[in-house]
């Protein structure tokens, strides 16, 4: 080999090794399946930071709470020992306290409107709460409205929800409203819920659409209402010091792979919404869909009294009227 050609490999091979030194990998996590409304998220996400920086950043997608559930993520998060996750904000009050208001039931009209209120002046706002935690907030995603499924009966009124054992999430906002409808509680990470469902150790669950399709209840769940009692939204949240030590150009380049992975969260939820009911039904659940709403917001009407004690009456509606 010539020692021009020898230079050049020679060259070639340090440009090689010296990309691979600069390239920094960094993991996300979720707790649901890949083929999900989450999946798709940090899927997109993931692409849009390689692809925005460079190769500069690689980030490693972790699936089915394989590094933990929902609660443990945000806390390694927060410790740093995980430089990102993506989660609904199911466990997030335990860290955020102020976040725990977007968890009120019958709170949002509708995708739209939870939607506005997230991307607006409201959202903005609640984002910068997470920075005295040890978070930076890259923006607000979606988990759908959810949805009630149980082993052992139709629930078309509040009425037929006592007495029955649900697993909840790990938030003190629908813990006390379901309790409220009468049911028995029981707080627990999603990794452990369909075995706790196959098991019969609660008798069901409540999630969104996209969430119940992803992990198959359907195969441990009989009965479906399509109740709506909470809009939940999911949250993105990256190690406050890791974002801080970024450059201003990569900053945004993380921000804006945020923004672009929850349009694809929202535009998948927004399918799954579409379609899912008449799958769900072709896997044999039985789906009441005529569910009387106004009966379920009039038995809550004394849990939403405390809300508006704890939150102030003027805030919840300044998120209810919001145009």
Known sequence: MKFTQLAAVMAAGLLASSLAAAQTTM?????????????????????EVEKRTGGRYKIQTFY?????????????????????????????????????????????????HARAVLDGPIGAEMLTKFESKGFKALGWAENGFRHMTNSKRDVKAPEDLKGLKMRTM??????????????????????????????????????????????????????????GHVYSP???????AAF????????????DAAAEGTKANRARVDEDDAKGVADLRAKGMTVIDNVDKAKFVAALAPVNAEFEKQFGK???????NFK
């Open 27 to 47: 993991k996300i996590s979720i707790s649901t399946a890949q083929n999900s409304h989450q999946g798709v998220a940090i899927d997109v996400f993931a692409r």
């Open 64 to 112: 089915n709470g394989s590094l933990g559930g929902e609660r443990e993520s945000i806390e390694a998060v927060q410790l740093g020992t995980q430089e990102l996750a993506f989660s609904s904000t199911g466990p997030v009050p335990n860290f955020v306290p102020e976040t725990k208001i977007f968890d009120v039931p019958f709170l949002f009209r509708d995708k739209a």
């Open 170 to 227: 790990e938030n003190p906002v629908h813990i006390a409203a379901y309790k409220g409808f009468g049911i028995i509680t029981t707080p627990m990470a999603f990794p452990e819920v369909f075995t706790a469902l196959q098991q019969g150790t609660v008798d069901g669950q409540e999630n969104p659409l996209s969430v119940i399709i992803a992990a198959k209840f359907d195969q441990v769940q009989k009965h479906l209402s399509l109740t």
């Open 244 to 255: 801080d030590k970024l450059s201003a150009a990569d900053k945004k380049h993380f921000l």
């Open 234 to 240: 999911c949250i993105w949240v990256m190690n406050k």
């Open 314 to 320: 003027a805030t919840m509606d300044k998120i209810r």
